[in-house]
């Protein structure tokens, strides 16, 4: 092999490592040398040449130095003049090549890598096939015909030349794809007794919508802490006595990012609501809650009143949300709990924060007001029959500000109930 001497190692600065090892043709102790370089316009890689002083052995190959990349990778070369035969050429050892118009192809992993030219590589092959196919290499190499140089590495460590990098090259297509499970195992990414997806494991076929509400269904987003692919889960709840909500919660593997969130099924209800309950012992904490992300929170007797932005909507109970909510206060009064903090502002935040854990645990007594002008909120009665003396409701009409901040103010229906009176009475 000749890669180590057409790579460009002259312009590496840094002398190579030499390592004493093992000759496999006459079993004495020969000479490997050890090359870290970079490849312009790539990556790193690792060149390694053998030599055996006793028997005149050499072996020359090329690692890669990096990570395998999270595509594999085929470059499509068209070489169509001698100049094409001069391009560099990194081959990984994962990699497998072909040229169709000779029904030529070196399967994935059966070479060790190798950083030479279009030519170089030609010329390996034209040493290490039988003497059936020598003359079609010759005059490949000779540039006598056009040919189709086909290069495909799962490791996604490969690499072909652009002679002109500023310029879009036309004789050569890059296309990155997802890897087989053949390909993984090869890479050592599965393991080697993992097989296809069983059918059990394949998306369901839903039948109606019915089924579709009775099953967690999965999609995949972009992570906003990381921006890597992250699950989200997203499930049909129907509440009692109130109406359906979708849940979603999502997972980031990558970066352990979490968060949760509820959304009702349902479009904006004709009016407002104002949900009032006393709170007056540990049963009132149980009650489920469903707040929307139009609800605004307020507790009188703490004096504290908390708009839609500082919670998103939730499903939980009453002390989880007033958990919820003590935790979001902590996180977004820094500077009013800091060393620089004023010493009023300090001690106002610190009561405020110590009272909402007493009324969290069911020690302090007080009204909990669930202000949502979309009419989405919840919070369950614990009386099975008539009304809840605790829990009071109240329905009202939306200012115009509200109706503003809904964007209902920019609808207009006119125009579509006259259509449908239209076609039904055409229908």
């Given amino acids: 092999m000749s890669s180590l001497c057409e790579s460009n190692c002259d312009d590496v600065d840094e002398s190579p490592m030499e390592i004493q090892s093992l000759c496999v ?95 170089g590589l030609l010329c390996r092959v034209q040493r290490d096939l039988a003497e059936t196919i020598a003359f079609q290499m010759a005059t490949l190499i000779n540039a006598e015909c056009n040919f189709t140089l086909i290069l495909d590495d799962p490791s996604g460590n490969s690499f072909i030349e652009n002679p002109n990098p500023e310029k879009i090259d036309d004789r050569l297509a890059i296309v990155r794809y997802q890897r087989t499970l053949q390909q993984e195992k090869l890479l050592g990414l599965a393991p080697d007794d993992s097989g296809e997806p069983d059918e059990e494991d394949a998306p369901p076929v839903w039948e109606s919508r019915e089924a579709v509400r009775n099953e967690v269904l999965h999609f995949s987003v972009d992570c ?146 669930l202000d949502d002008p979309s009419g989405n909120s919840y919070v369950e009665s614990l009386s099975e029959h008539g009304a809840d003396s605790r829990l009071k409701v109240v329905y009202y009409e939306r200012s115009n500000e509200q109706n503003e901040e809904l964007g209902l103010n920019q609808m207009h229906t006119d125009d579509c109930e006259q259509r449908s009176s239209v076609n039904n009475t055409n229908d």
């Fill in 224 to 369: 906003p802490n990381c921006w890597q692919k992250a699950v989200t889960n997203m499930k049909f709840v129907n509440i009692p006595f109130f109406k359906e909500v979708v849940i979603m919660a999502t997972c980031c593997d990558n970066c352990g990012y979490k968060t949760n969130e509820v959304k009702p099924s349902g479009g904006i209800s004709d009016r407002g609501m104002k949900l009032t309950l006393t709170l007056t012992d540990k049963e009132d904490l149980s009650r489920d809650l469903l707040k929307s992300e139009n609800c605004h929170v307020s507790i009188p007797e703490l004096e504290l009143e908390v708009g839609p932005g500082i919670l998103a909507s939730r499903f939980t109970t009453v002390e989880g949300l007033l958990n919820s909510l003590k935790e979001e206060l902590e996180n977004s009064s820094l500077f009013a709990l800091g060393d620089s903090a004023v010493p009023e502002h300090k001690h106002k935040m610190s009561d405020l924060l110590h009272k909402l854990s007493d009324v969290a645990l069911g020690k302090l007594q007080c009204q909990l007001i």
């Fill in 25 to 119: 043709r006459c079993k004495n102790n020969g000479v490997t040398r050890v090359l870290l370089s970079k490849i312009p316009f790539y990556k790193e890689v690792i060149l390694m040449s053998f030599e055996c002083p006793h028997c005149g052995f050499r072996n020359n190959e090329m690692t890669s130095g990096g990570k395998v990349q999270e595509h594999g990778v085929r470059y499509n070369l068209k070489v169509v003049e001698r100049k094409d035969l001069d391009r560099q050429v990194v081959k990984s050892e994962y990699a497998m090549y072909a040229i169709p118009e000779v029904e030529l192809e070196v399967p994935y992993g059966s070479q060790c890598g190798l950083v030479t030219t279009v030519e």
